[in-house]
Nanobody, 122 residues
Framework: QVQLVESGGGLVQPGGSLRLSCAVS????????MNWYRQAPGKERELVAT???????KYLDSVKGRFTISRDNAKNTAYLQMNNLKPEDTASYYC????????????????WGQGTLVTVSS
């Protein structure tokens, strides 16, 4: 069974840092993209960062220069390093694994985590 688990949220003061982790376990041969989304109360979910299997990354404009997404393909794990956090970064953060090849012909999975809460407050 293929599963996705996130970790690493918490409470941090403005200007602080957190690192989120997202691990996909089970029989996985490849994952095309691993993405981090976030959703603040009363707002729509937005794509924060993407890392594709060929090494490309993309960021939401408001986090460029502060957040870094990385992947360890051997471990099927993605990370989101968040520096210089601001109160407006407060949200539930969700990891998404896009086009997971789990060995079944002509089929891929799209996985979502349960979300991890990041609160930036003094």
């Amino acid at each position: 069974q293929v599963q996705l688990v996130e970790s690493g949220g918490g409470l941090v003061q403005p200007g602080g840092s957190l690192r989120l982790s997202c691990a996909v376990s089970g029989s996985v041969f490849s994952i095309y993209a691993m993405n981090w989304y976030r959703q603040a109360p009363g707002k729509e979910r937005e794509l924060v960062a993407t890392a594709t299997s060929d090494g490309r990354t993309k960021y939401l404009d408001s986090v460029k220069g502060r957040f870094t997404i990385s992947r360890d393909n051997a471990k099927n794990t993605a990370y989101l390093q968040m520096n210089n956090l601001k109160p407006e970064d407060t949200a539930s953060y969700y990891c998404n694994a896009d086009q997971v090849n789990y060995g079944v012909a002509d089929d891929v999975l799209y996985l979502w985590g349960q979300g991890t809460l990041v609160t930036v407050s003094s």
